[in-house]
């Protein structure tokens, strides 16, 4: 579950010799990327997602859209070569296999009380509450944000998040955890507070689907 949970989160770019801003432009700019996504209702993207799984010495590639309302409702569409798709309202998170016919329902808090980067694109959470900044790394069109977690027991190593140097808006991100693994997203096609349907975030079980239902019994 947590592969498909970090596909929230975000992506990266680490250049180490590129020059480091002083630390009070660094939270100066953390403030201005965290006030530019708080002023985003909705925000519909494409992405192009690469997830390097260390194990199997491999890089995995899947594109799709994703589509977000706040507060914490997301709906990602992972096309092929493995079909996903991926709900979340303020109550439950769906994810749905249709190339295996099943769905797995859950409680969405389990998501966002260990996955800083989904309570951050959800609208439910602050970058700098959980990270410290380790660097700003500025380019000619993008500000690279470096993140370091502020727990040990964090399964996460660090995060990078990218966001356009003109107006703040997040462009995509990058995560590493401690087994050597990393994801990283881009975002193209970015269309923010544009009317989206409250349908969009309601899962409706196809006919035949078998359900995992791990949610509390009312």
């Known amino acids: ?34 006030k530019s996504y708080e002023s985003v209702k909705t925000f519909k993207a494409t992405f192009e ?15 799709g859209e994703v589509q977000i309302k706040k507060p914490g409702k997301m709906k990602w569409v992972y096309n092929a070569p493995d079909p996903q798709v991926l709900i979340s309202n303020q109550k439950s998170l ?3 296999l249709p190339e295996e016919g099943q769905a797995t329902r859950m409680p969405v808090e389990n998501i966002y009380s260990s ?8 609208g439910r959470g602050k970058l700098t509450d959980t990270f410290n900044i380790a660097q700003v790394i500025p380019e000619e069109n993008e500000i690279t944000v470096i993140f370091i977690p502020r727990e ?8 990078a998040l990218r966001a ?37 975030f309601d899962f409706q079980v196809p006919a035949g689907v078998e359900i995992q239902d791990f949610t509390p019994n009312p």
């Open 152 to 159: 040990e027991n964090s399964n996460l190593s660090r995060m």
């Open 49 to 63: 997602q690469k997830a390097f799984v260390k194990m199997m010495n491999r890089v995995e590639v899947t594109k």
């Open 1 to 34: 579950m947590k592969r498909h949970i970090k596909l929230l989160a975000c992506l990266f770019l680490l250049s180490w010799s590129t020059p480091v801003w002083a630390i009070s432009s660094e939270q100066a700019t953390v403030n201005a990327i965290q």
């Open 115 to 122: 996955n800083t980067p989904a309570l951050f694109l959800a």
């Open 164 to 200: 356009d140097k003109k107006n703040y808006q997040i462009t995509g991100a990058t995560v590493y955890d401690k087994l050597g693994n990393r994801t990283d997203i881009s975002f193209r096609d970015i269309h923010v507070n544009e009317e989206i349907a409250e349908s969009t």
């Open 94 to 96: 769906w994810l749905y």
